[in-house]
């Protein structure tokens, strides 16, 4: 059997995007392909993708399941081009997005109840082994093709560079804020971290009625988190007397940091019977400290974006809402300075790559 | 300023306590206060002898107020009660679990979740409303708030159903809240100690199907034909775990030594839940990706209000749910605390405090 054909002849369309061929994470121009438009396949221009953190993580190989060359990019809006025979969700020139999931099993319990993406089969939209064997290239491409199930129809009247981080971003938080029932007004809820996920956390917890404390490492953010993004409060983690002050307020807690923090004083920060919920990909074991859970019956969770139903359902609550990403727009040949600043968290507060744009003359 | 324990009030009490972190028990005279008028006074008959009150004989948690008289799971006959009392009447078996007091205003309270209440008061080793220490069941005698007093169903053995006062409650209250008691279900529990074959025994008569998880394969005969579990997983055999990864909707885990988690979370299904109710002093390491992956859930739990706790009783007494005890004379206890701490008991001690501790 053939081993690999190379990236550029495995399909029969020609597609471009850039990739990171090592852990260096150093991005350049890729030539590869993509699949014909199958009977169930939507075949997307990609006009704007978002850049996750994840994006970034999965570069560096930091989870240890890369496949290079790496095409990242899950957080995909763009137009249909062509759809196969029996889709029947979209036609030629719909607005779309894609996240981070290409396919599941379709067949097993989570599948059944739309929850693909607890299927332990699903496959990511970059880096992953697609049904037909090859690997899997994301949004930092001129085109993707999808199949029907696992693309989202993008709403009138919500943009497509600022809406695109919805994609990942936005069905992180607001699925867990749904699943634990945060999402009642008036409930106080906390949200560890003001970057991507954190920034919409905010926004979709605001859009639910709740009051909002946002919980960082430095001073620095209270001001854009109070007065641009509307949190009711702020806290710095590391001073104890506020954090003091604050125990036993809140009713359920978003942690979107992936670094290695302290989970004692945010437990103590929940009222009993609550949820501390981990979104935040670290790789590093957390610490848990067992009495306080013991002592107010608490719990530590984690959640991992949301099926498609509710990806669905997430997008359509944010055009309604007016909710979408705080973003910086940019070319793809800044992909590698956008990386530098992002490990630094210097970005307000998802980058957006203009593909269609960047990629016109190819 | 202090009184002494056996000054401070006004009925002469005898019980066994520990004065110091060697936690060695000896005969101990103490009082115990009238009975006021929302109060139930009664003559100990039986006393499980929990894990905690280790823990705690040898401040291991760092609360302890010596001297300790531990005890709660305290089983009794009524011999007087205060003038507003309305559930109990002299002659009534009673039982009294883990708390003798909290405010009785707050959200908690208000709710039935006394054991949440920020101002909920031990019964033992905790300081009462009255500014003095409260003493637990390895005594003669006891007076409680009738609020924290159960009423024990007739019939129901006394000295072989005391430990459902703290065991039994503390299993079945997160089986109940955690929506792990519905029939089929698959269920996990960790350890098999006093808290673990109650945990099993509930878990069964709410229809589940239970996995009992030890580091021991010796316990293996026991939990699948003693207590009916439908199987044993030997936790440092990976083979055996990795096999039964994912097939578990929830995990109760009794188990208070240190111990890696990971393992155990890798047997839930997606959504699952893991319960703690043993209770590790040491912070415990937690993956996070497994959690993000499964939306998995790691919670705590801790005894249960009382509302609860008499439910917890009565479901027992109707379903003939009881823990496998061996009953000693209170001067055991030095050597049955010995046993404990090697594990070394099927499954709790109970001391006949009736023919054992007769005061002077």
């Not at chain 1, 104890?240 to 002050?245: D, L, P």
């Not at chain 2, 679990?97 to 920020?118: A, F, H, I, K, P």
């Not at chain 2, 960790?190 to 030890?214: E, M, N, P, R």
């Amino acid at each position: 059997m053939a081993k690999s054909q190379s990236p550029e002849t495995e399909h029969p369309v020609k597609a471009f995007g850039w990739a990171a061929r090592d852990t260096s994470a150093h991005f350049s121009p890729f030539n590869f392909s993509r699949r014909a438009t199958g009977e169930r396949d939507v075949q997307v221009k990609v006009l704007y993708c978002g850049v996750c953190h994840s994006d970034l993580h999965m570069a560096k190989n930091e989870w240890g399941f890369t496949q290079f060359p790496i095409v990242p990019g899950h957080e995909i809006t763009g137009i249909v081009t062509e759809v196969g025979s029996k889709v029947e969700k979209f036609k030629v020139g719909d607005k779309v997005g894609v996240g981070c999931m290409v396919g599941s099993c379709r067949e097993c319990d989570q599948c059944a109840n739309d929850l693909e993406n607890y299927c332990s089969k699903f496959i990511l939209t970059y880096s992953s082994r697609y049904t037909d064997g090859t690997v899997t290239y994301g949004g930092y491409s001129d085109k993707i093709v999808a199949d029907e199930h696992f693309v989202i129809r993008w709403p009138e009247n919500l943009p497509l560079d600022a809406g695109a981080p919805l994609l990942c971003a936005g069905i992180t938080t607001y699925s867990p804020l749904k699943y634990h029932g945060l999402d009642k007004p008036g409930l106080n809820i906390g949200v560890v971290g003001l970057g991507g996920l954190g920034h919409v956390a905010v926004k979709f917890a605001k859009a639910f009625g709740s009051k909002v404390t946002v919980i960082s490492t430095s001073i620095n953010k209270k001001k854009e988190a109070t007065e641009r993004l509307g949190a009711d409060s702020f806290l710095v983690s590391r001073d104890q007397e506020a954090m003091q002050a604050a125990a036993g307020t809140l009713d359920g807690i978003i942690d979107t940091v992936s670094a290695a923090h302290p989970l004692l004083p945010l437990v103590n920060l929940l009222k009993p019977h609550s949820h501390l919920i981990m979104v935040g990909g670290g790789e590093k074991p957390l610490e848990v400290p067992m009495l306080p859970l013991i002592f107010g019956r608490k719990s530590i969770s984690g959640s991992g974006i949301g099926g498609l139903k509710e990806t669905q359902e997430m997008v359509d609550f944010a055009a309604k809402h007016n909710i979408f990403a705080d973003v910086e727009v940019i070319p793809m040949d800044y992909i590698n300075t956008a990386f530098e600043r992002l490990e630094k968290s210097d970005v307000k507060y998802r980058f957006v790559i203009d593909v269609a744009n960047s990629f016109k003359a190819e | 300023m202090a009184k002494s324990p056996e000054a401070e009030h006004p009925l002469k009490a005898i019980g066994w306590a520990t004065k110091d972190t060697s936690g060695v028990f000896s005969p101990f005279k103490f009082s115990r206060r009238a009975t006021g008028e929302h109060d139930v006074q009664f003559k100990v008959l039986y006393c499980g002898v929990c894990h905690s009150d280790l823990h705690m004989a040898k401040n291991e948690w760092g609360l302890t107020q010596y001297p300790l008289v531990p005890g709660h799971e305290i089983v009794g006959e009524v011999t007087e009660v205060g003038s507003k009392v309305e559930k109990f009447k002299v002659g009534d078996k009673v039982g009294v679990g883990c708390m003798v007091g909290s405010c009785r205003q707050c959200d908690q309270c208000t709710n039935d979740l006394e054991n949440y209440c920020s101002k909920m008061i031990l019964t033992y080793s905790a300081v009462y409303i009255d500014g003095t220490i409260t003493y637990g069941g390895y005594s003669n005698l006891m007076v409680a708030d009738e609020h924290f007093v159960v009423l024990w169903p007739k019939n129901f053995p006394l000295d072989i159903g005391a430990p459902l006062l703290c065991a039994g409650i503390t299993t079945y209250s997160p089986l109940r809240y955690f929506g792990l008691d519905k029939p089929g279900m698959s269920i996990g529990v960790v350890g098999l100690g006093g808290l673990g074959h109650v945990a099993v025994k509930f878990a069964k008569a709410f229809g589940t199907k239970v996995t009992v998880i030890s580091t021991s394969i010796n316990k293996k005969k026991e939990a699948t034909e003693k207590l009916g579990a439908d199987s044993f997983l030997v936790s440092r055999d990976p083979e055996e775990m990795k096999a039964a990864t994912g097939t578990l909707d929830g995990i109760i885990d009794t188990v208070s030594a240190h111990h890696p988690i990971l393992p155990l979370i890798s047997l839930l299904k997606p959504h699952g839940k893991m319960v703690l109710v043993g209770a590790p002093e040491k912070p415990l390491e937690l993956p996070a990706f497994p959690l993000l992956s499964g939306r998995k859930l790691v919670a705590g739990s801790g005894i249960g209000g009382m509302k609860e706790t008499q439910e917890m009783i009565d479901f027992a007494a109707k379903h003939n749910i009881l823990p496998d005890v061996e009953i000693i004379p209170i001067d055991y206890i030095n050597t049955a605390m010995d046993r404990l701490g090697k594990s070394d008991v099927k499954y709790r001690f109970v001391i006949d405090i009736a023919k054992s501790l007769k005061l002077e």
